[in-house]
């Protein structure tokens, strides 16, 4: 199964903050951010009322068949827990026992417009923050064990139903040696069966426990924050290109040392000061921050679109309008704009339509005027995203 490149119109909360949502059991985005976000787990009884899955069984199992899907099949056999990491060969599911196993698929969204549509719905959290979606399926009594994460999740339930013992310990030890973070103690304090179109907010550190009752499949929202020991050193790693620093080590005042093996405390308070001189600004961080969390993961490889040139193309833009692959990150701050790791600055008059592709992922085809189409630098822009794949036609 491959993204398929259809959207529907999109329609979700976007920048409503008073607004009661049904997603969030009536509290609005803003109400949710204060009290729950990052602070305290939440319940939410028929946060998508109907909503029964996106994918069946089978579609999961062949996604986690493709080499650029990352996917994992956790089972729990006679006290032990196994890993396998994807991709599998069909055969695998053939011979799996009745119980006791889950198949774990990352980045679904990346393949399924309907999943793009359902990260929308949780808007009110800026997309630099949030990482994918993940699709579980599990047989009865399946599940990964009680852990915890490290991130914040939505867990909402698709088919069957979920049994999900939740604690908010302070004892987070792991089992030594497990092939999977596995709690040493687990002491549930609250407990749950969530029935399809019900969902769990977990923030980090919180540890959970859900097994599946009769097959059941989980949607995991999930999120994403840098730790700061990889945000600084990423950031010394894109500053070593932009660095430029004068001047050169010199000793006109060198002194007799009594031992020629020694660094002397001269040369390191001049070697201080020449690195004293590393400097950055505002600007270096945004760029940074925009490149490197729009950087897709390295096993992604975007799909190549219908050959076109860029006359065609054009004329296409204003029948079909496009949306942006399911793959693609797009993000910006004031007029620097990121798209899939590249940066690029734009004039003012494309920003409005720039930002409207990043924050609704897709252009409709009324977006595409006479004015637009006299912009040939904003034309070729498209035309550069479409052959790198990174948008689509709306078909
Ligand atoms: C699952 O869907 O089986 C696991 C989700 C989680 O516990 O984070
Ligand atoms: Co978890």
Known sequence: MRYDKKMKKNNYPKAVPDVPLTLLGGLSAAQFLAEYWQKKPLLIRQAIPGFNGLLSPDELAGLACEDDVQSRLISFKRGRWNVESGPFDEKRFGKLPERDWTLLVQGVNHHLPEAVELLQQFAFVPYVRLDDLMVSFAPDEGGVGPHFD???????????????????????????????RILQNFNAEQEWVLE???????????????????????????????????????????LQDKLSVSGMYADPD???????????????????????????????????????????KPHIVFEDNKVLSLKRFVQQLAKQGVTLSGKSQMLFHDTQFFMNGEQF??????????????????????????????????MQQFYDWYLAGYLHLIE
Do not use: C
């Not at 399809?196 to 059941?216: E, F, K, Q, R, T």
């Not at 020694?262 to 270096?284: C, P, T, Y």
């Open 345 to 378: 600055a734009v004039p003012a008059s494309h920003q409005a339509i720039l930002v409207v592709l990043a924050d609704d992922r897709q252009l409709e085809p009324s977006w595409f005027g006479a004015a637009v189409f006299q912009d040939t630098a904003l």
């Open 196 to 238: 399809p179109g019900d969902m769990l907010y977990l923030p980090p550190h919180v540890a959970h426990w859900g097994v599946a009752v009769g097959n059941a499949m989980t949607y995991s929202i999930g999120f994403r924050a840098p730790s700061a020991q990889e945000l600084a050193s990423e950031f010394l790693n894109y």
């Open 254 to 296: 060198l002194r007799l040392q009594a031992h020629p093996a020694e660094i002397g405390s001269d040369m390191l308070a001049k070697v201080s000061e020449m690195l004293n001189q590393i400097r950055w600004q505002q600007e270096d961080v945004t760029d940074f921050l925009g490149r490197y969390l729009s950087e897709p």
């Open 150 to 180: 490290s991130y914040d999740v939505f867990l909402l339930q698709g088919e069957g139903q979920r049994f999900w013992r939740i604690s908010e310990q302070e004892d987070l030890t792991l089992v030594e040696g497990a092939p999977l």
